[in-house]
């Protein structure tokens, strides 16, 4: 199952892809101490679009540069419980590294 669930709980959030748990990646980027959020803007919130978008691309360099733009147009907007595929996820990003590149021109 290619999706990205995330899900508030009793134990705070949970985040997964394909019924695995999403790493933070905060070994290799750290923006939050506290692990992800969602549904504003915040460090938090920024720590899981790094991670998201990390583990689609695997580029440091990209996802710190994309991290930012995800949050505000992605994370911040979510719901308590969401569920983003793959497919989509790999347009947004698409659609960002566009918006990046017609920017810098």
Do not use: C
Not at 47 to 70: D, G, K, W
């Amino acid at each position: 199952m290619n999706i990205y669930t995330g899900e508030r709980t009793i134990d705070g959030v949970v985040v997964r892809y394909g019924g695995k748990l999403l790493p933070t990646y905060a070994d290799i980027v750290k923006f939050s101490d506290g692990g992800f959020e969602w549904g504003y803007e915040g460090n938090a919130p920024l720590q899981l679009a790094f991670a998201i978008v990390y583990s689609r691309t695997r580029n440091l360099a990209e996802s710190r540069s994309l991290a930012h733009p995800m949050m505000k147009e992605i994370v911040a907007n979510l719901e308590n419980e969401w569920e983003m595929p793959v497919e989509l996820l790999d347009e947004v990003i698409s659609e960002l590294m566009q918006s990046k590149d017609s920017r810098q021109i």
